[in-house]
């Protein structure tokens, strides 16, 4: 497995759209747990995954981004893809991917997963 690596980021005004792309590993064993974690400024960025992806497409979002963002992979690429809609103020921070290859599922918290990208700022502006 390789360090994921994020790219997508930027500034956009409030009720716009992003999309953010992870260019993560292949599942092992079929095993593979993909997330995307936001840390603002003053905060720990371990905590809780914003959303989550396994192997099987299976999904979860934080209830903040629920019915607004989608997360998506494509197995060709190895691209995990965050899509961000109706953006929000309270959306701004830096996003970070993470993977992990040694559960069938998805977990929340950020020290089950063993590989982190460098992360991708998002600003949203009111």
């Known amino acids: 497995q390789v360090q994921p690596v994020e790219s997508g980021g930027g500034s956009v005004q409030a009720g716009g759209s992003l999309k953010l792309s992870c260019a993560a590993s292949?599942?092992?064993?079929?095993?593979?747990?993909v997330a995307w974690f936001r840390q603002v400024p003053g905060e720990q960025r371990r905590g809780n995954a914003i959303?989550?992806?396994?192997?099987?497409?299976?999904?979860n979002f934080d209830d903040s981004v629920k019915g607004r963002w989608r997360i998506s992979q494509d197995f060709a690429t190895n691209y995990v893809f965050l899509e961000m809609n109706n953006l929000k103020p309270e959306d701004t921070g830096a996003y970070f991917c993470?993977?992990?290859?040694?559960?069938?599922?998805?977990?929340?918290?950020?020290?089950?997963?063993?590989?982190w990208g460098q992360g991708t700022q998002v600003t949203v502006s009111s």
């Open positions: 993470a993977a992990d290859y040694r559960r069938h599922f998805c977990v929340w918290g950020a020290d089950y997963f063993q590989y």
């Open positions: 292949a599942p092992t064993l079929n095993k593979r747990c």
């Open positions: 959303a989550v992806i396994d192997q099987n497409g299976d999904t």
